[in-house]
């Protein structure tokens, strides 16, 4: 690994023999050449956010950044799940409708979905990673993609100071329509979403995200076991199945043993990897299981406190309810179920396995985990595998419509360059073939079968990735068919 500042890093490796002139000093990005926009929010659909900016099988006339390019990506510390910057060559179509030579999009993950959508209401300023000024670690390039880690955590989840980079959200994005953010989906330090502020709030629907229930790998091969399939196949049809009515019990929180759960498997302790309130992936799983906050109480058990301080400190498992982990970003779920498949423990990261191999469930978008890289799976649902083939059947309905957000007062204040990128990111989201090309790339790997994104209903044409149902400015469960 070798260290590079900012500038440096730019000047000689990106930016040497540019056409446009380039008055890079020190560790200072130069503004005057860059467009910068900021993006908090959902950490479900990261990958596809980052595809968008990275991923060269877009088409070259959808691109963002000038194709066969080199692409600087800046991460986080904690494995890239929280903060990530990308900055690249602006495509030429974006520099002549004003943005600058050179795009940096900076990517809140960490909080999900809320944090895309109180701060904008509120005016409020989130911090970001900094990546001016700083010293990074680079890996080598894969491809057109260079890679860097910054130090933004000291340890586990203390943030250092030095990375802090306070800005106001120029947009953001959330699993979720925003108005479902009440309740015990009310981020920690907001105040629940009103009618009235949503309306402060541009709204754009953008693509629709699959969701599925997740199990620890070694629960996977258990359930396997249980239903007549050979433990540890990877074949679509040996995909083991929970009925919604056993995910409604076991979310909740309350049944401390698998066997009470489901009968047949060991009395091993229950754990629930979820996300902290705010998050738009818990949002559309309480809303699609438990038909909250439309009616009735928040349906899921709440982590112990002395999880969710600052510094966490992980409580030993009750014989009386399950234990729960409430974590920030879809990674850290993932960090979750895996460490507790395998009975590991990484120190220094935002989970801390004290308990050893154990069973555990989590909820994630379908998008995650391509290649089974991670020691955790999909299951399907009352038999039916979480794919986009089964979305369009209508047969499988745990999906939502993920949303753009900004605050049209603070964007229409935003200088032309910046707002021109945005527009470009949201518009970009909701083309056929990008989607298209980034579900190849981050989803079909699935051995279930293909899942991740589908466009919102528009002209219909039978393709996997347009879905033919719509939720936009629904809150029922039953999605409404927009193709014949």
Same mark, same amino acid.
């Given at each position: 690994?070798?260290?590079?500042?900012?500038?440096?890093?730019?000047?000689?490796?990106?930016?040497?023999?540019?056409?446009?002139?380039?008055?890079?000093?020190?560790?200072? #990005?130069? $503004?005057?050449?860059?467009? $910068?926009?900021?993006?908090?929010?959902?950490?479900?659909?990261? *990958? &596809?956010?980052?595809?968008?900016?990275?991923?060269?099988?877009?088409?070259?006339?959808? %691109?963002?950044?000038?194709?066969?390019?080199?692409?600087?990506?800046?991460?986080?510390?904690?494995?890239?799940?929280?903060?990530?910057?990308?900055?690249?060559?602006?495509?030429?179509?974006?520099?002549?409708?004003?943005?600058?030579?050179?795009?940096?999009?900076?990517?809140?993950?960490?909080? @999900?979905?809320?944090?895309?959508?109180?701060?904008? #209401?509120?005016?409020?300023?989130?911090?970001?990673?900094?990546?001016?000024?700083?010293?990074?670690?680079?890996?080598?390039?894969?491809?057109?993609?260079?890679?860097?880690?910054?130090?933004?955590?000291?340890?586990?989840?203390?943030?250092?100071?030095? &990375?802090?980079?306070?800005?106001?959200?120029?947009?953001?994005?959330?699993?979720?329509?925003?108005?479902?953010?009440?309740?015990?989906?009310?981020?920690?330090?907001?105040?629940?979403?009103?009618?009235?502020?949503?309306?402060?709030?541009?709204?754009?629907?953008?693509?629709?995200?699959?969701?599925?229930?997740?199990?620890?790998?070694?629960?996977?091969?258990?359930?396997?076991?249980?239903?007549?399939?050979?433990?540890?196949?990877?074949?679509? !049809?040996?995909?083991?199945?929970?009925?919604?009515? %056993?995910?409604?019990?076991?979310?909740?929180?309350?049944?401390?043993?698998?066997?009470?759960?489901?009968?047949?498997?060991?009395?091993?302790?229950?754990?629930?990897?979820?996300?902290?309130?705010?998050?738009?992936?818990?949002? %559309?799983?309480?809303?699609?299981?438990?038909?909250?906050?439309?009616?009735?109480?928040?349906?899921?058990?709440?982590?112990?406190?002395?999880?969710?301080?600052?510094?966490?400190? &992980?409580?030993?498992?009750?014989? !009386?309810?399950?234990?729960?982990?409430?974590?920030?970003?879809?990674?850290?779920?993932?960090?979750?179920? *895996?460490?507790?498949?395998? @009975?590991?423990?990484?120190?220094?990261?935002?989970?801390?396995? #004290?308990?050893? !191999?154990?069973?555990?469930?989590?909820?994630?978008?379908?998008?995650?985990?391509?290649?089974?890289?991670?020691?955790?799976? &999909?299951?399907?649902?009352?038999?039916?595998?979480?794919?986009?083939?089964?979305?369009?059947?209508?047969?499988?309905?745990?999906?939502?419509?993920?949303?753009?957000?900004?605050?049209?007062?603070?964007?229409?204040?935003?200088?032309?360059?910046?707002?021109?990128?945005?527009?470009?990111?949201?518009?970009?989201?909701?083309?056929?073939?990008?989607?298209?090309?980034?579900?190849?790339?981050?989803?079909?790997?699935?051995?279930?079968? %293909?899942?991740?994104?589908?466009?919102?209903?528009?002209?219909?044409?039978?393709?996997?990735?347009?879905?033919?149902?719509?939720?936009?400015?629904?809150?029922?469960?039953?999605?409404?068919?927009?193709?014949?």
């Amino acid at each position: 690994m070798k260290k590079l500042m900012l500038g440096v890093a730019f000047s000689a490796a990106l930016f040497t023999g540019a056409a446009q002139a380039v008055t890079f000093s020190g560790t200072t #990005i130069d $503004e005057s050449v860059t467009t $910068e926009i900021h993006l908090s929010g959902a950490s479900a659909p990261l *990958a &596809f956010i980052e595809g968008l900016l990275t991923n060269q099988s877009v088409p070259d006339t959808n %691109q963002l950044c000038v194709p066969n390019t080199t692409i600087y990506k800046y991460k986080d510390n904690g494995g890239g799940k929280d903060q990530n910057v990308y900055l690249c060559q602006t495509a030429a179509r974006l520099t002549a409708a004003g943005v600058k030579p050179y795009l940096a999009l900076y990517k809140r993950s960490l909080g @999900g979905s809320a944090i895309g959508v109180n701060p904008l #209401i509120n005016g409020a300023l989130v911090d970001f990673m900094k990546v001016k000024g700083v010293t990074c670690a680079a890996s080598a390039p894969v491809g057109f993609l260079t890679t860097l880690t910054c130090g933004y955590y000291t340890t586990g989840t203390t943030v250092n100071a030095a &990375f802090k980079n306070p800005k106001k959200p120029d947009f953001g994005v959330s699993d979720v329509d925003p108005a479902t953010f009440r309740g015990t989906n009310t981020p920690a330090g907001f105040q629940p979403v009103t009618a009235a502020q949503v309306a402060l709030l541009t709204v754009k629907p953008a693509v629709s995200q699959t969701f599925g229930v997740t199990v620890s790998l070694n629960l996977r091969n258990a359930l396997q076991t249980l239903q007549g399939k050979p433990a540890g196949s990877e074949l679509a !049809a040996n995909q083991p199945s929970l009925t919604t009515a %056993q995910i409604k019990t076991i979310f909740a929180g309350n049944t401390a043993l698998w066997s009470t759960a489901i009968p047949g498997l060991a009395a091993s302790h229950v754990h629930i990897c979820r996300r902290v309130n705010g998050s738009g992936t818990g949002a %559309q799983f309480a809303q699609y299981f438990y038909n909250y906050p439309t009616v009735g109480a928040a349906p899921q058990r709440a982590a112990p406190a002395s999880e969710l301080a600052a510094v966490p400190v &992980f409580a030993p498992e009750s014989a !009386a309810f399950a234990s729960v982990h409430q974590l920030s970003t879809a990674g850290q779920v993932s960090e979750c179920l *895996a460490e507790l498949s395998a @009975g590991t423990n990484t120190v220094g990261t935002a989970f801390n396995n #004290i308990y050893g !191999a154990k069973f555990a469930v989590g909820i994630q978008s379908t998008d995650a985990n391509a290649n089974n890289a991670i020691a955790w799976r &999909f299951v399907k649902v009352d038999n039916v595998a979480p794919t986009l083939a089964n979305v369009n059947a209508g047969t499988y309905k745990d999906w939502y419509e993920f949303t753009y957000n900004y605050n049209t007062a603070y964007y229409n204040t935003r200088p032309l360059d910046v707002k021109t990128g945005v527009s470009q990111v949201i518009a970009q989201t909701g083309v056929t073939p990008v989607v298209q090309a980034l579900d190849v790339a981050t989803s079909n790997q699935l051995s279930h079968g %293909q899942a991740g994104f589908q466009t919102v209903p528009g002209a219909c044409t039978g393709s996997l990735y347009v879905n033919k149902f719509t939720r936009s400015g629904k809150a029922a469960n039953a999605p409404l068919r927009k193709c014949p």
